[in-house]
């Protein structure tokens, strides 16, 4: 539900911004479609690095959005070992999350060029 | 799917709550150690991770599902508030779920005896494999099987994986000071591998003693070596029959079997020189067990074959022998399966009806409660949500009668068992799980039925609060389906009365019909006795059996005695086939007559009149039969204008006719007197019948009986003393059961239709108060309006009786065999039932009615 970003020199926590509802679980689809198959913490870590540190999944977050979309049937989980030998779940996407990153992916390219062309209006 | 996962979770948080405390663990843990990395302290970083985190309490109720557990709540709040709703009105819910207890119980205790009796395979290993042989003869109606035909088959067969034999006889226990009859069925060699049955306690008989001459064991069964003690230390004793000893090798656990009364086992030695003929009637009921994969049809032609080759090679006696085979159940419970269907079919009836009843109460209550879904649609509520809860009001009414079910079940098959002593496995009906599975789905459907219109309209209704606000503009509605349902219940409650009738009348038929004999003030009794007994000198038994008859009949108080080898008035004969030894004109129809074998004063304690000729006298010796006895049928069907006394029948040899007799029904009141041929021999059997016509009642000169006989032979037990009225009525009790159980049925639904009748014309007087109180003021007569009122009913009910008229003319069909001296659409009892259906309903409207018409109506007018 919520991604925070943060300022170029921004620390987490100072200059928090709840933008865009519903970003997370696109960025979540997306990172698990490019990734194959990841556990909570790399997910989070994939979205901070892969945008330049600009979009910081919040933690309390990112757990609910993964039950909820695991029960829509998007994602599937499995408990697994990390290289770490840490016990861990790993999510992946199903042919029906595939589905749903390429309804958001097009409802997302619509309301970005929707947002743009407001913007360019003079 | 998805859906399901989620009630999954919901159901059992704990297990999801530790799988998501270990996720955040492992997210803290990872974050922890990149902290670490950055230069932070490790205490320090597992807090900030932590922190970030946010509270784990909050995550976890966050990452559970909340939707389901929503969805579960309202049930709950739902079913909370039903059942307080329920409680406010004590009277209204007590008479729903009691009348729903009654139903559900009567259903579920019929069922669970359909499927003890009828369903549920006989408790052997693969009993769907096990049938029972017959023989067939085109001469005689004797089923049983010579026994080296018996082996034949087994030998020769391909298609079985054994065949065996038993028959049963009576023999006497000399081990106390008290001779005791015991009844022994004998059994030819694998008879417990073909049932699959092992012994308790000891071994099963050896190969050897099945050979003739070998020395005797039995098997006990366990009812006999419980009775006895129950001693561990039995195998291995042994028990004194006729002043032998005999070997105790085993205890055998109770089975289903066709005599359920045996009391031990014994081998048949099968190459006894006595059991080698081909030639005569056969001995044993045969049992086999087929192969697996292999159909009752392939069976069937198989031993076809079998008895085609037998019969090439011995002509003489094989000839004109066939094969019956029948799925063993099928012996065992086919009788039953018309009754308990019947049975169950109304009992459903009833349900249906008593179900159309609370769906007419609740769709009242929910018409009275609709300022209350009013304002529950004014604050926000969903159709859904009211839906359900008013759903969940028939639902615990459903769960409430279902749960108080389940006692009135178990008294209800208490009451089947005790109606029908004569039915089937009926040991084996027991409230289970699968009744109470039953019960429970049947109380799901019934809250379905009952609930599902009514929450559906009171759902649709309080579109707005004006609407049931109680103005004095008020609308009344016309309540059509409430009177739909009252017409439903009247065409049900008119079919299943029809039926009740029909068995009434039957039964009412029967009891007036003439049955030619006397069956009043008869005792019945067996004494003991068997083949074989007092060295195989047949002579003697004649003259114990003569001598038991002439002491009986010196007694007081009794008039006359006789004995016969079947019981008159009880259905099972013997066709045979008899030639005149004098000859007949070729054309004439074949001689087939019900045979049986009487002692002379037969007719005299019967009461059936000498027609013409004299009586036929009693033979002094082994000889057997000599004379004999044709009834009225007999000698007009078969000779009509011919004096046939004096000359002789031959089934086996010619015997001669003295005389004519009345006709008699001998095989059942429910059956015409057929042509019969009475021999004369009072000792046909070791163990005949032996019928006492006393001179008051007929139980209270057995004590005197039971003492002369002891008297006359102190090692001789007498048993199965019962009045022959009673023995009769026990062999109709199935017909009986069904004609009580129906009846009861059908009066239950008529007091459940005049309560429908009762509840909707009042609840609909109720509405229309006002509108009765106006016509009344504006000069209307009080007997109009109660006519008026009257005339609705009536004409709902007129419908009702319309349609369950064609229902009774579809469904009593299926009862025509059943019935006797009426038909099933008999106009008299139809309209019979449609007058009193009409005049119930129309008593119970008049209440109603006659309160509405006595209202005082500026008083109603001036009410609001």
Redesign the interface.
Same mark, same amino acid.
């Given at each position: 539900m919520k991604v925070r970003w943060t300022g170029r020199r921004g620390n987490?926590g100072t200059q928090k911004n709840d933008i865009l509802q519903g970003t997370l679980v696109l960025l979540i689809l997306k990172t698990l479609h490019s990734n194959g198959r990841l556990?909570?913490?790399a997910i989070t870590s994939h979205i901070h690095r892969v945008s330049s540190d600009l979009l910081r999944v919040e933690?309390?977050s990112l757990?609910?959005a993964l039950?909820?979309m695991e029960?829509?049937?998007w994602l599937r989980s499995e408990w697994g070992i #990390?290289e770490?030998n840490?016990?861990?779940?790993f999510y992946a996407l199903t042919a029906r999350g595939r589905r749903e990153l390429a309804q958001e992916e097009a409802s997302w390219a619509k309301l970005t060029e929707g947002v743009g062309r407001v913007l360019r209006f003079v | 799917? #998805?859906w399901m996962?989620?009630l999954w979770?919901a159901l059992r948080p704990g297990k999801v709550e530790r $799988?998501?405390d270990?996720?955040?663990a492992?997210?803290v843990?990872?974050?922890a $150690?990149e902290l670490r990395a950055g230069g932070v302290s490790a205490d320090e970083a597992v807090r900030d991770a932590r922190r970030?985190?946010?509270?784990f309490v909050?995550?976890r109720e966050?990452?559970? $599902?909340v939707n389901v557990s929503a969805w579960l709540d309202a049930l709950l709040r739902n079913i909370r508030l039903a059942a307080r709703t329920l409680i406010r009105t004590p009277a209204f819910s007590a008479s729903v779920i009691v009348t729903l207890a009654l139903g559900i119980g009567a259903n579920g205790a019929v069922f669970s005896a359909i499927d003890a009796i009828l369903l549920r395979p006989l408790p052997f290993h693969d009993a769907d494999r096990l049938v029972r042989l017959s023989e067939i003869r085109t001469a005689s109606a004797f089923t049983n099987i010579v026994p080296v035909r018996l082996d034949d088959w087994n030998r020769l067969n391909t298609t079985f994986e054994a065949i065996s034999g038993y028959f049963t006889d009576d023999v006497v226990d000399t081990t106390s000071d008290l001779p005791e009859r015991i009844r022994r069925a004998v059994v030819t060699p694998g008879f417990f591998d073909v049932l699959r049955i092992a012994p308790e306690r000891g071994r099963r008989f050896t190969e050897a003693e099945h050979q003739f001459g070998s020395a005797p064991a039995i098997l006990l069964s366990e009812r006999l070596w419980r009775a006895r003690g129950a001693d561990p230390a039995a195998p291995g004793t042994t028990i004194r029959s006729a002043g032998m000893p005999v070997t105790i090798v085993g205890v055998m656990p109770m089975f289903p079997f066709a005599d359920p009364s045996v009391d031990v086992w014994a081998p048949m030695p099968v190459n006894a020189p006595y059991a080698q003929s081909r030639a005569g009637g056969g001995w044993f009921t045969g049992i086999g067990r087929l192969k697996p994969g292999v159909t009752l049809e392939q069976a069937r032609e198989d031993l076809k074959s079998v008895q085609a080759r037998l019969a090439m090679q011995f002509p003489d006696t094989d000839r004109d022998v066939a094969v019956r085979i029948e799925p063993l159940k099928e012996t065992v419970v086919g009788g039953a399966r018309r009754s308990l269907w019947l049975v169950f079919g109304a009992v459903s009836v009833l349900l249906l009806i008593a179900c159309t009843n609370i769906a007419a109460l609740l769709l009242s209550r929910a018409t009275q409660r609709e300022h209350e879904v009013s304002v529950r649609f004014a604050l926000g509520a969903s159709r859904t949500a009211v839906c359900g809860q008013l759903l969940a009001e028939a639902g615990v009414l459903g769960l409430a009668g279902a749960a108080l079910g389940v006692p009135v079940a178990l008294a209800a098959a208490r009451v089947i068992q005790g109606l029908a002593p004569d039915l089937p496995r009926l040991d084996e009906v027991t409230i289970g799980a699968r009744s109470l599975l039953y019960t429970t789905a049947a109380a799901a459907v019934v809250a379905i039925l009952c609930g599902l219109m009514p929450a559906v309209r009171g759902a649709r209704g309080g579109k707005s609060l004006s609407r049931s606000g109680g103005g004095g503009a008020q609308v009344v509605p016309r309540h059509s389906v409430q009177w739909l349902l009252v017409g439903v219940q009247v065409a049900l409650s008119v079919a299943l009365a029809a039926g009740a009738a029909l068995l009434l009348r039957t039964s009412d038929a029967l009891s007036r019909v003439e049955q030619g004999f006397d069956a009043s003030r008869v005792l019945t009794l067996h004494v003991t006795g068997r083949f074989g007994e007092d060295g195989g000198d047949y002579g003697r038994v004649v003259q114990r059996i003569n001598a038991t008859l002439d002491a009986i009949v010196a007694l007081p108080g009794v008039r006359a005695a006789a004995t016969t080898t079947m019981l008159p008035g009880i259905p099972g004969g013997q066709q045979q086939e008899f030639h005149l030894v004098e000859g007949r004109a070729g054309m004439e129809a074949r001689l087939i007559a019900e045979s049986r074998t009487v002692s002379p004063s037969y007719f005299d304690t019967m009461g059936i009149p000498l027609l013409s000729g004299e009586l036929c006298r009693r033979p002094g010796d082994a000889s057997g039969v000599t004379e004999v006895m044709v009834n009225r049928s007999f000698a007009d069907r078969y000779f009509p204008g011919r004096s046939i006394v004096g000359l002789h029948l031959a089934a086996s040899t010619p015997d001669r006719i003295t005389g004519i007799v009345g006709d008699a029904r001998e095989l059942g009141s429910d059956r015409d007197p057929v042509p019969t041929v009475y021999s004369c021999f009072s000792a046909a059997i070791p163990v005949p019948w032996f019928l006492v016509r006393t001179d008051g009642d007929p139980l209270s000169a057995a004590g005197a009986i039971r003492v002369r006989l002891k008297q006359l032979e102190p090692f001789r037990p007498v048993y199965d003393i019962a009045p022959l009225e009673r023995q009769i009525a026990d062999a109709y009790s199935q017909s009986h059961m069904r004609t009580v159980l129906l009846t009861l049925f059908a009066v239950t639904a008529l007091g459940l239709v005049s309560a429908g009748v009762y509840g909707t014309l009042s609840y609909a007087v109720s509405l229309r108060r006002r509108e009765v109180a106006l016509h009344l003021a504006l000069g209307a007569l009080r007997r109009t309006v109660v006519q008026r009122l009257l005339g609705t009913t009536l004409r709902v009910v007129g419908m009702g009786c319309a349609g369950g008229l064609i229902l009774a003319l579809m469904f009593t069909h299926s009862l025509s065999a059943m019935l006797y001296g009426v038909s099933p659409s008999d106009p008299a009892t139809l309209a019979g039932v449609i007058a009193i259906v009409v005049v119930v309903a129309a008593t119970a409207a008049l209440i109603p009615a006659a309160r509405a018409a006595f209202v005082q109506p500026m008083r109603v007018l001036r009410e609001d």
């Open positions: 987490v556990h909570g913490y933690e309390g757990y609910p039950h909820r029960q829509h049937g #990390t770490k840490r016990e861990a779940r | 799917m #998805t996962r989620r979770n $799988d998501i270990r996720e955040l492992f997210h843990a990872e974050r $150690d970030q985190l946010g509270n909050v995550q966050r990452a559970r $599902d």
